[in-house]
T-cell receptor, first 113, second 112 residues
Framework: NAGVTQTPKFQVLKTGQSMTLQCAQD?????MSWYRQDPGMGLRLIHYSVGAGITDQGEVPNGYNVSRSTTEDFPLRLLSAAPSQTSVYFCASRHDRNGSPLHFGNGTRLTVT | DAKTTQPNSMESNEEEPVHLPCNHSTISGTDYIHWYRQLPSQGPEYVIHGLTSNVNNRMASLAIAEDRKSSTLILHRATLRDAAVYYCILPIGSSNTGKLIFGQGTTLQVKP
């Protein structure tokens, strides 16, 4: 199993550009989520999904869209990148909503200039 | 919402046991207690989780108080590689949402 795969590993955007961060898991996990981590700070939840077709907002959802058309994929879209979105983004999945641990991807380091 | 309280930082000597405390006085009966850690310049990784009984795995032990209002992560013999930020986490909202919110965690320093 590959686990949780995030692409790309690194990305540089100009202010106003849009892009999609990809996240895929091959563990048939019901729950998927996106976090961002700013330098020297903790992780903050952006959006999460409890199953295909179901998404909800986390702590810091503004400026991001998500969709969950399949169990495996949970892409994160930046609509119009801003320098404040410079961060490391982590995707995580878990088998169910309570009793299982989160599995994290290796992260995408995004810089917005 | 269940909230956790952890010390900002702790120090340990290499090869000694480390006890990392976490208070969660507002925990509900169905909330699992999760522990994760993040090594410098790496992504978070799962350490251990439990509901009521004490739990052991190859990385650590989790001791849960009888009233479940606190727990302790135990590293039996700290190594330099265990220097990391350790997060104690409970679900936010009902357990059914699955949301796990990370706080600031405890920064563990391990001295040789």
């Amino acid at each position: 199993n590959a686990g949780v795969t995030q692409t790309p590993k690194f990305q540089v955007l100009k202010t106003g550009q849009s892009m999609t961060l990809q996240c895929a898991q091959d563990m048939n996990h019901e729950y998927m989520s996106w976090y961002r981590q700013d330098p020297g700070m903790g992780l903050r939840l952006i959006h999460y999904s409890v199953g295909a077709g179901i998404t909800d907002q986390g702590e810091v959802p503004n400026g991001y869209n998500v969709s969950r058309s399949t169990t495996e994929d949970f892409p994160l879209r930046l609509l119009s990148a801003a320098p404040s979105q410079t961060s490391v983004y982590f995707c995580a999945s878990r088998h169910d909503r309570n009793g299982s641990p989160l599995h994290f991807g290796n992260g995408t380091r995004l810089t917005v200039t | 919402d269940a909230k956790t309280t952890q010390p900002n930082s702790m120090e340990s000597n290499e090869e000694e046991p480390v006890h990392l405390p976490c208070n969660h006085s507002t925990i509900s009966g169905t909330d699992y207690i999760h522990w994760y850690r993040q090594l410098p310049s790496q992504g978070p990784e799962y350490v251990i989780h439990g509901l009521t009984s004490n739990v052991n795995n190859r990385m650590a032990s989790l001791a849960i108080a009888e009233d479940r209002k606190s727990s302790t992560l135990i590293l039996h013999r700290a190594t330099l590689r265990d220097a990391a930020v350790y997060y104690c986490i409970l679900p936010i909202g009902s357990s059914n949402t699955g949301k796990l919110i990370f706080g600031q965690g405890t920064t563990l320093q391990v001295k040789p």
